[in-house]
């Protein structure tokens, strides 16, 4: 919705739900309208009022009794029809369908019999889709006294709000019983409106108070936030501007910032493009990720886990490895960085037991230069110097990391880049290929003998020869697969990693001089971690990024996605041969490593429903939103939901050194000398994309927020992303690039 029909300071904008049908509402939208409107005439104001989908019509047609409404003005009143799930057209629940707006809300309750039940799970509803609900309405029923119950209930539930916060339960005269002459039937309602006035002006008090009270909070928010918050992976002493969010819903968040000029807190939506760090899948605030964390919440809140099980953890551990019929065991955790400190564990003790090395052995990795594998510190470890570790004084690099090729489009040609440790300084170091689906036809290349496949050979053989001459333990090989994310949005080429793999598993052991202690089971040469954190969980089109390398690891971690972005959730999977290395009499030789909320209930019923739903999208046997972008790259396996002509037309503009793009992410990689994470060459594109004002074409009110990698901006949409969104991305992105061109 544009921002122009959200609320401001001066422009107030309710809707109007029912607890069910037949309890008055349109009688008492009009009550508030009149009231309304008097408070408009002292304050030089007008009123709108709206119903977008009418009952009765023609001969009980609600609009009869709305005739006092005004035409213009800064109260807004947007009255629905029957209860709150009641379908529009198309068969949306309505409390689903408005929730863009996610306007405060004015119930209006149920009096009768019954009532209690209705009103009580009509704001139970609402508020689990995130509505404000600051005032309920209902007739006086001095038999059962419903308000008074209801009073009750949401001032215990409410405790802890401010006072403008609660929801206030107020109560109107029943009207009077309807008559069969039509003019006396207009005198006798006319007379009720007046009696109602008195009724239903306290009410239009809270409400402006409650207005009031928000917008405060969201510029105290503005003026507040750099003095109290300490935000991640930000340089305080470079933020001009704070963004308010307000809501979120879909791929958008409603922000408000305060007009330099007018001094006013402004309503602007912003596409979320960079899917919240990466975690957005379904979209914010999905009702059925919502309802599935309710359900969890209300069944269990939290249980601890060790020795114990519970449905969604186990119906989530069965779902996983389904898929990964690799793997037998799941480890449940809570975040992307403690699933792969918990696969560095069960990775480099299982190396240590076969080849025989004592306790006290220094224990490296093997891993991709680029690389990042999370911010606690044996994450850290895991990656190579660089901008996110060096200034950590714990810090110590415990690995080897190799130079990876990597996959561009330039001039609409597809090429890999291979780096001149590879490939020597007198050879040619870039390589063409007809399309990304020739480029991921990994198992092709590989078994056609691509020219390239001998080189990644003599690379990774020359490598862990080297790392024997030197004597160093190597545990594990950590990498993640097709994509390194923060070190700038690398698309590694696959077969390079498909080489790695293939020549750790059937040479390490013996390039690297190591004897075993035991029987070689489950796995070669060692361990093979994929950090499938970011890339995993269709984030590239495909359930797991292993599948564009043709080759599975021996234990992968996937988060983010997992949950839709709606909750934190990780999993380590690996193999029954590892697991096994832990069983022991001794409580010390477990895999020690826990938090307090690992595999709690709640994250793990969310990744449930999320995986039903991705899965749904990636069929093939039946059109799905997936389908047209599909249809686009004229592709199943290799495509993305941004559009070919638009990564061809950001492959020739003169200030992108390169493009790429798959699933649902698009990198666009900016000429500059500089390069690498501390490039500032992005800096006003960012600006704009945030604060600029797109009003022309597709991205009118609309704008973007992103962050930058460098010299790299990439944009990223969730799963359920809709070409037409996708689009006005690709529009502002246009703007933006050529605005920096002509500059």
Partial sequence: MPAPFHPTRAFQAYQIFAANTDVGKTILATGLCRAAAMVAKQKNRDVFYLKPVQTGYPVDSDERIQQSKSKNGAYSFIETAGGIHSPVMSGTPQADFYRPLRLPSVLIGDSRLGGISTTLSTYESLALRGYDIPSILLFQNDRYRNHTMLSDQLTSSNHAKGKYEQTLVSTVPAPPTPLEDPVKELESMRKYYEQLDEYMQPVMKHLDQVHEARFDRLAHMEEKAQDILWWPFTQHQNVKQTTVVDSAYEDYFLTYNTNKETQAMEPKEMFDSCASWWTQGLGHANPKLTMAAAHAAGRYGHVMFPETANEPAMALAERVLENDKWASRVFISDNGSTAIEVALKMALRATALRYGWSDSTPIDVLGLEGGYHGDTI??????????????????????????????????????????????????????????????????????????????????????????????????????????????????????????????????????????????????????????????????????????????????????????????????????????????????????LHGHSYTAHPIGCAVAGETIDTLESLARVDQPTLWTSYRDNWKSNETWSMWNPTTIDRLSHMENVSSVMSLGSILAVELKDEQGGYNSMISKNIIHSMRHADFDQGHGAGINLFARPLGNVIYLMTSQTTTPERVRQCEDILFQCLEQQQRA
């Fill in 378 to 591: 044996g994450a850290m470890d895991a990656c190579s110097p660089n901008v996110f570790n060096k200034n950590v004084q714990w810090y110590k690099p415990k690995g080897h990391w190799l130079q990876a090729p990597s996959l561009h489009i330039s001039k609409g040609k597809v090429h890999v880049r291979v780096p001149e440790s590879i490939q020597g300084s007198n050879a040619a170091n870039v390589f063409g290929y007809d399309s990304l689906d020739a480029v991921y036809a990994t198992d092709q290349r590989h078994q056609n003998q691509d020219p390239l496949v001998s080189v990644y050979k003599s690379y990774v053989r020359s490598q862990l020869d080297g790392l024997r001459q030197q004597n160093r333990h190597i545990g594990a090989l950590l990498m993640e697969p097709v994509i390194m994310g923060s070190g700038g949005m690398i698309f590694v080429d696959p077969l390079f990693q498909r080489v790695l793999v293939d020549t750790v598993r059937t040479e390490g052991a013996d390039l690297l001089g190591y004897k075993a202690q035991e029987q070689a089971k489950g796995w070669e040469g060692m361990p093979i971690i994929f950090d499938e954190i970011f890339a995993g969980m269709y984030r590239l089109g495909r359930r797991s990024a292993s599948d564009f390398l043709g080759v599975k690891p021996d234990i992968v971690g996937y988060a983010k996605t997992l949950t839709g972005g709606l909750v934190p959730l990780a999993l380590t999977v690996t193999k029954e041969s590892l697991f096994d290395i832990f069983l022991s009499d001794k409580k010390e030789n477990c895999l």
